[in-house]
């Protein structure tokens, strides 16, 4: 038997790594996302005195699956609400928390891809869908994801408990939908994926290592959407995506947090692991030929990480690839970052004509990235007046402190 | 499990009463109403007449208060319901998007609350 110290970590561990996995079976036999999450939080109390007098047993996930389940199980016959639960249920309640030995030896099914879908469900709004899947399926606490929208853990926690009120009175069901659903659900559940993902990688706001935890999370979560759903090119093409971006993590910013732009940084800090095997899954997928957004975007990514220095960087295939992305995605976004790649490729008169046309559009005039897009490619033709009136506007309009900053450095670099 | 398909949209919105597109925007809630009742999804639905129709009733201190014209005045009033039985909340929301309203106006899709006895 190991010495009590440990008893805490192994506890700790075994929730930190299998919370998802162990969540979403209670959930699916409880049906009742709150009452899964309340018994697997007496269990992992109980785990710890138990543990500490019987030792560490040889499956701790599912030991406390089990104890979970039996905790459940006395909570609806406490409650007599036993009877009202669904045949299957009570069956398998009662079955899974009667032999103990029988539950260390049974394998435990996935079903997180089930809850991975209802957390994401189109009938919660998109935060719901981030704060929800972030404590469901990667355990983080109300107050870590408070901390990382900076939110006030009371808002968040009263979301948290109003979205689970919703699923379990409105029904939204525990599956996977049905193959006529999935191209449509699948792309909230990529969209939430990536928000994750962004909310970490956007510099600035939050806490640092928070910030890096969602990465990594996002990518976690990408890579158990995959697995269990290997054929969707597309959670390939975000994963890539997310890998090829979080290579330049430790590049992308200097010791005081300020944004370098890809063109300064390092490219010998870039990580190659993330980026060999970006690119090795991006190349893999591509070859079933059913391209997406995000095989798209990765590919873009991909072509900056292959190249070795920025003057190298293959421009034309990159303006391409945003008329493909285009194609898919008619959104002024998408132009404005061609735009940009345009005048890098050396072309600035054709990038600012596109960006003259994308002016048309009202909701473009409050977008700020179409300002900052039009001074960087004003200031590098050496018009530095009407340069610096669009980096005015870009900061006027910025709501993300290291952005602003950028921007602002960006200007100062300008004066004479 | 119930759900409660609340049909909202504006007065001028969607085929109006006379003109050629008004036949088959009424035939199509007929093949709507027959579907869900083949799959017995049917509770009960029903069409109502429009606003000017309605009557606002409240009690104030004991008094009954009647006023004028519905309760709420938006842009987008109550046109109908269909109270339809269904396995979850993914089933609920596939009926009520073929609900022909659904093209031009919007259906609030509420469950109804199941009582413990």
Redesign the interface.
């Known amino acids: 038997m190991l010495p009590p110290l440990h008893i805490n970590q192994a506890v700790d561990r075994t929730v930190k790594e299998h919370w998802g996995r162990i969540l979403a079976i209670l959930v699916k036999t409880t049906g009742d996302m709150q009452l899964a999450e309340d018994v697997l939080q007496d269990a992992t109390a109980t785990a710890l005195t138990h543990w500490r007098e019987n030792g560490i047993p040889d499956s701790p996930e599912a030991w406390l699956i089990q104890t979970a389940r039996r905790r459940a199980l006395d909570k609806f016959r406490r409650e007599k609400t036993f009877d009202k639960l669904q045949p299957e249920l009570q069956q398998w309640l009662e079955i899974q928390s009667d032999d103990n030995n029988g539950a260390e030896d049974e394998v435990i099914p996935d079903k997180r891809l089930e809850l991975i879908f209802t957390c994401c469900h189109p009938a919660l709004d998109q935060k719901t869908q981030v704060a929800l899947t972030l404590r469901t399926l990667g355990g983080l606490t109300t107050d870590e994801i408070a901390g990382a929208f900076l939110d006030k853990p009371q808002a968040m926690a009263q979301r948290l408990v109003r979205a689970k009120k919703k699923i379990k009175h409105a029904k939204i069901p525990y599956e996977i939908p049905e193959a006529t659903l999935m191209t449509e659900r699948l792309s909230s559940v990529l969209a939430v994926i990536y928000f994750i993902f962004n909310e970490g990688y956007s510099a600035g706001t939050g806490r640092y290592i928070i910030r890096n935890d969602l990465c990594d999370e996002a990518v976690r979560l990408a890579r158990i959407t995959l697995t269990l759903l290997p054929q969707q090119t597309e959670i390939a093409g975000l994963l890539s995506l997310m890998l090829l971006h979080d290579s330049r993590r430790f590049a992308r910013q200097n010791a005081g947090g300020q944004m370098i732009a890809l063109e300064f940084q390092n490219r010998a800090i870039w990580d190659k692991q993330k980026i060999s095997e970006g690119i090795t899954l991006l190349k893999n997928t591509l070859k079933q030929q059913r391209v997406g957004p995000y095989q798209v975007q990765a590919s873009i990514s991909a072509i900056h990480a292959e190249s070795d220095q920025w003057q190298n960087t293959d421009w034309p295939q990159i303006i391409a690839l945003y008329d493909l992305l285009y194609a898919m995605q008619p959104s002024p976004v998408v132009r404005i970052n061609q735009a940009v790649a345009i005048s890098y490729g050396g072309k600035p008169d054709a990038a600012l004509k596109l960006l003259k046309q994308l002016e048309q559009d009202s909701s473009v005039q409050s977008y700020q990235p179409f300002h900052a897009a039009l001074a960087e490619i004003l200031i590098r033709q050496g018009k530095t007046g009407p340069g610096r009136t669009a980096l005015h506007q870009a900061i006027s309009l910025s709501t993300n402190d290291a952005e602003k900053q950028f921007l602002v450095s960006r200007l100062d670099s300008l004066k004479p | 499990?119930q759900y409660m398909c609340l049909i909202y949209s504006a007065a001028n919105a969607g085929p109006q009463p006379g003109t050629p597109e008004f036949g088959p925007f009424m035939k199509a809630y007929q093949d709507f109403t027959t579907m869900v009742k083949d799959k017995g999804a049917l509770v009960s639905g029903d069409a109502l007449q429009p606003i000017e129709t309605a009557t606002t009733v409240t009690k104030e201190n004991g008094k009954l208060e009647t006023t004028d014209g519905p309760f709420a005045e938006t842009k987008e009033q109550l046109g109908g319901y269909y109270l339809l039985d269904c396995?979850?909340?993914?089933e609920a929301?596939n009926y009520a998007a073929q609900i022909p309203t659904a093209e031009h106006g919007r259906i609030e899709?509420r469950?109804v609350?199941v009582w413990?006895d």
Not at chain 2, 87 to 90: C, E, T
């Open positions: 499990m396995k979850d909340l993914d929301i899709v469950p609350i413990d």
